[in-house]
């Protein structure tokens, strides 16, 4: 019988770490500025590549998407490092009207990776600058290799767990 707990307490553990594996990679929150670039080796010390994923967009600076409604448009205007990469990033991110008129308000972002099902530990602070009349989004935490989707959602002057105005979301392969 105790021979019996022992195996079976051995598989356990055995089990959880083989279910963490998948996404352990690099999973401490960021300490100051700046992030690891170094290759994922949660995987066994082999790269990732999605740039061949269709869901992928090409970074690009101004790179804009209409809204999901068609109510706005978002534009990425730079992103630093660019293209955005493993570790921590910083955005700025214009969101317009179909005039093409500058908004500001609530912007909410959401950072996950869907073929994971997970978001990152660090959720970005989104600040307003009046000069740019842009949002700067740091730190845009990307710990790991693999696609991850970032969306944006406009509020306005609703609070963002209101229904939002409009969204839109990018998607970005982060190598390793």
């Known amino acids: ?51 061949d994923d269709p869901r992928i967009d090409t970074y690009t600076a101004q790179l804009d998407k209409s809204g999901a409604r ?9 992103s630093e490092p660019a293209p955005p990469a493993k570790g921590s990033n910083t955005f700025e991110v214009l969101v317009t009207d ?9 912007l909410g972002v959401d950072l996950l990776m869907p073929d994971h099902g997970h978001g990152t530990q660090v959720p970005p602070v989104v600040t307003f600058d009046a000069d740019s009349n842009a949002y700067d989004v740091s730190p845009v935490y990307l710990f790991m290799p693999g696609v991850w989707r970032i969306e944006f959602d406009y509020y306005g002057d609703a609070p963002v767990d209101a229904e939002p105005v409009d969204r839109a979301t990018f998607f970005f392969c982060i190598e390793g």
């Open 1 to 51: 019988m105790r021979f019996g707990l022992a195996i079976f307490a051995a598989f356990g553990v055995v089990s959880a770490a083989l279910a963490s594996a998948g996404c352990s990679s690099d999973t401490a929150a960021p300490a100051g500025s700046g992030g690891s670039s170094a290759a994922d080796t949660s995987s066994g010390g082999e790269s990732v590549s999605c740039l």
């Open 70 to 78: 068609g109510v706005l448009t978002f534009e990425l205007v730079s």
């Open 98 to 106: 179909l005039d093409g008129t500058p908004l500001s308000g609530n």
